[in-house]
């Protein structure tokens, strides 16, 4: 079994600042990792996700995330935010075989001042 | 990639009715998801839906409550049926696709309320 930690649940940041959201994971088998955004009233949408290879994964809309296997950690940064970053992220991890049903962190809300 | 189409996108129900939500994707998949999220919460796991066979509901859920239709390999409905005021949440549906990795894909959600 898996588990998502997002240990924050509220990031107040103002807008061109850098931003980091963390997300710890728990897990007993290898694992892929995402991060999802929900903007307000939609579904998610897919940022990034580590698959294998390179620990550092570049996603859309200029965010990045580092895997950290010995911290079990896939925290995502963007270096300067805008407005429009305000929405909801979920950080999530399925299994790398098996069902690949996805179990989700508690999200956190980005909220992006100007 | 997979779209998927979900409806309604929201509605206002009656305590003690039920209501029936869809799913399209616009290509064939095996399993599809259903999830429920309530308000400030992350997605919760209700059901995994088969065609052909019964969906397997997560702890916690149950068919009597919401029963899942699977006729095809795009389509499946979510029915919460009667309905209290703590079913109030959005409700998700979504499939995985494994071509070239793996990724869940989403509809934009039913927001219910229930009064």
């Known amino acids: 079994a898996q588990s998502v930690t997002q240990l924050d649940s509220q990031v107040p940041v103002f807008e061109e600042a850098p931003v980091e959201l963390r997300c710890n994971y728990s897990s007993s088998v290898s694992v892929y990792l995402f991060w999802y955004v929900q903007y307000p009233n939609q579904g998610l949408q897919l940022l990034l996700k580590?698959?294998?290879?390179?620990?550092l994964v570049k996603g859309i809309n200029g965010f990045e995330a580092e895997f950290n296997k010995s911290q079990t950690s896939f925290h995502l940064r963007k270096p300067s935010v805008h407005i429009s970053d305000t929405a909801e992220y979920f950080c999530?991890?399925?299994?790398?075989?098996?069902?690949?049903?996805?179990?989700f962190g508690r999200g956190t809300s980005l909220i992006v001042h100007p | 990639s997979a779209v998927i189409s979900q409806k309604p996108s929201r509605d206002i129900c009656q305590r003690g009715t039920s209501l029936t939500i869809q799913c399209q994707v616009d290509s064939q998949v095996t399993m599809m998801f259903w999830y429920r999220q309530q308000p400030g919460q992350s997605l919760t796991l209700i059901a995994t839906?088969?065609?052909?066979?019964?969906?397997?509901?997560e702890s916690g859920f149950v068919i009597d409550k919401f029963p899942i239709s699977r006729p095809n390999l795009t389509f499946s409905t979510l029915t919460v049926s009667n309905m209290s005021p703590e079913d109030s949440s959005i409700y998700l549906c979504s499939v995985v696709v494994r071509v070239g990795g793996t990724e869940a894909f989403f509809g934009q959600g039913t927001r219910l309320t229930v009064v």
């Open positions: 999530a991890v399925s299994p790398s075989g098996g069902s690949y049903i996805p179990t």
């Open positions: 839906a088969n065609q052909g066979s019964e969906a397997t509901y």
């Open positions: 580590y698959l294998s290879g390179s620990t």
